[in-house]
Structures are given as structure tokens and as C-alpha cells.
């Protein structure tokens, strides 16, 4: 499965940006859509995801209460709306995605993922 990520870009302090992430394939079906990201020198970190069969999504403690996440089940589509961004947000943004029922508890797992999209990077100037 392909995916394709955008709605990154250059936004100052207390900014905003919309991320997306879908399935180049119309016909691909995964369970469950994540996004994760990555800052120069650091892991990569679970920032949200969704489980479409469940209608449930999930954010990480350390973006709650300024990221939201969405999807469009019709078109196997997550979004993250990014408010009130700071510079230590500033990292490539990856969306995965897997055909398995993952637990809430692996979700975080990057490695639980068989599928990832090329990144997008969000710059979050002070």
C-alpha cells in the first residue's frame, strides 16, 4: 500500500496546519491509519491514529489539547489538524498505515505498521 502524505510547511509559533495522509490505491483497505513523526537526532513518536472498524481515533499525551485527529471512512483518509504548534514540533510527519487489527495498546508500535508514506515535513519557527 502507498501513501501519500502532505500539508506540511513553514508556520511560526502558535500556528496552525492540516495534515493528510490516504492510500494512493482506491481499492486498499487498512484497518488502522497512524501518525508519527520525526525530529533531527530523535526516535520516531506516535503522535495519533485511528481505528477504522471501531470508529475510534487516539492522541498522545504530548500533543492532546492541540492536535486533533479525523478521518473519512469513505476514503480510508486521516487527517491531523495541528493547532497552537510550537518549535518542538517541528519534525517529518509519517503516516502508516496496517491491515491488521492492532490493540489499542500497539498502536504506538511503529513497527506494528507495514506501510508508510513518504513524510512531510512541518517547521515550526519561533
Known amino acids: 500500500v502507498q501513501l501519500q502524505a502532505s500539508g506540511g510547511g513553514l508556520v511560526q509559533t502558535g500556528g496552525s496546519l492540516r495534515l493528510s495522509c490516504a492510500p494512493s490505491s482506491r481499492t486498499s483497505s487498512p484497518t488502522t491509519m497512524a501518525w508519527f513523526r520525526q525530529a533531527p537526532g530523535k526516535e520516531r513518536e506516535y503522535v495519533a491514529a485511528?481505528?477504522?472498524?471501531?470508529?475510534?481515533?487516539y492522541l498522545a499525551e504530548s500533543v492532546k489539547g492541540r492536535f486533533t485527529v479525523s478521518r473519512d471512512n469513505a476514503k480510508k483518509t486521516l487527517y491531523l489538524q495541528m493547532n497552537s504548534l510550537e518549535p518542538e514540533d517541528t519534525a517529518v510527519y509519517y503516516c502508516?498505515?496496517?491491515?491488521?487489527?492492532?490493540?489499542?495498546?500497539?498502536?504506538?508500535?511503529?513497527?506494528?505498521?507495514?506501510?508508510w508514506g513518504q513524510g512531510t515535513q512541518v517547521t515550526v519557527s519561533s
Open positions: 502508516a498505515s496496517t491491515r491488521s487489527a492492532l490493540i489499542v495498546s500497539n498502536l504506538h508500535n511503529s513497527g506494528a505498521y507495514e506501510s
Open positions: 485511528t481505528r477504522f472498524s471501531f470508529g475510534s481515533v
